[in-house]
């Protein structure tokens, strides 16, 4: 500790609960004593990600241990004003909830709550107008519109091929100059492959 007095842990929600015993046996987070210091950078809402070894109990202890010495990060960098206003107002239904937003609420004690956050926002917009409009949400959810209960792999096979058309769709609307990012500088770049990614759940299966 002598040699490393100070040190930074990033993406800090991927720690599981035995590497948070070893940094904390190092650095005795809830002494905090003045001549060494931890830094924890993370983000709660992504250690509900059990497949990349986060653990969300973890969180809750090293939040505890920190107690008044919590700073957030109030502005977003990345992403569009449009993404970060849907992401808000989601979240913000969530936490209105009586256990809160991610379940942890019990009555005035809410030890991961939402904290809406301002964007600064990006120099182009998504436009998908193969949907007959100049601009397009920024958050969509779809519902599976059966009168009978699927099993769950009809929902996956059906989720499946619904994402596949989705991504053609897009890709051939993006060739027709229909679907793309318009900058404010007026420039325009239509979507490609790149701009595409799909997240599951599980591992992918290789099907025949």
Request: one cysteine or more.
């Amino acid at each position: 500790m002598r040699q490393f007095p100070v040190a930074l842990i990033d993406e800090f929600q991927d720690t599981d609960a035995l590497q948070y015993r070893i940094f904390d046996a190092v650095y005795r987070l809830r002494e905090n004593a003045g001549d060494t210091a931890l830094v924890l950078i993370g983000d709660p809402k992504q250690a509900i990600y059990g497949f990349r070894g986060a653990d969300i109990h973890t969180y809750l202890r090293a939040r505890l241990d920190t107690a008044g010495r919590l700073e957030t990060l109030g502005t977003n960098y990345r992403s569009s004003h449009a993404m970060v206003e849907a992401v808000n107002r989601l979240f913000a239904s969530g936490e209105a909830r009586e256990d809160g937003a991610f379940g942890f609420r019990q009555g005035d004690d809410n030890p991961v709550p939402f904290q809406p956050v301002q964007a600064r926002g990006r120099a182009e917009r998504w436009v998908d107008r193969s949907r007959g409009a100049n601009s397009a949400p920024a958050l969509v959810f779809w519902t599976l519109d059966t009168p009978d209960k699927p099993t769950v792999e009809a929902t996956r096979q059906r989720m499946a091929q619904d994402c596949a058309s989705e991504v053609v769709r897009l890709l051939r609307a993006g060739q027709a100059n229909e679907a793309g990012f318009a900058r404010d500088d007026g420039l325009w770049r239509p979507v490609q492959p790149g701009d595409l990614a799909v997240l599951v759940q599980g591992g992918l299966r290789r099907t025949r």
